[in-house]
């Protein structure tokens, strides 16, 4: 009689820690924290062996989805600030 013994399941919050990771450091784009966010908090639901990873996975995507929320806010100001300096100076 042979047991087998499986391996915990860690792949969605090391795929969320991966994701986090690569979003700050290289700049990905919107979506990638989010799917990050998403296989994150999936885990910590999921995957009890992966609790870890899972969190450090959402924190690093909330941090890199603030910083691309900030970045879009400074943009619209900007373009509003550039409109608004031309009409004034236009009339």
């Keep these: 009689m042979t047991t087998t013994q499986t ?3 860690t ?3 090391t795929a969320s820690l991966v994701l986090g990771v690569c979003s700050l450091l290289a700049g990905w784009t919107f979506f990638a ?13 999921r ?3 992966a609790r870890g990873r899972a ?3 959402i924190l ?3 941090v890199a989805l603030a910083v691309w929320i900030l970045l879009v ?3 619209v100001a900007g373009g509003f600030f550039t ?3 031309g009409v004034s100076q236009s009339s």
Excluded: F, K, Q, T
């Design 7 to 9: 391996a915990p399941r």
């Design 55 to 57: 969190g450090w996975g």
């Design 33 to 45: 924290p989010v799917v990050g966010l998403c296989l994150g908090i999936a885990s910590r639901s």
């Design 60 to 62: 690093l995507n909330l």
């Design 11 to 13: 792949g969605l919050g």
């Design 83 to 85: 409109v608004w300096a």
């Design 47 to 49: 995957e009890p062996m």
């Design 73 to 75: 806010v400074l943009l």
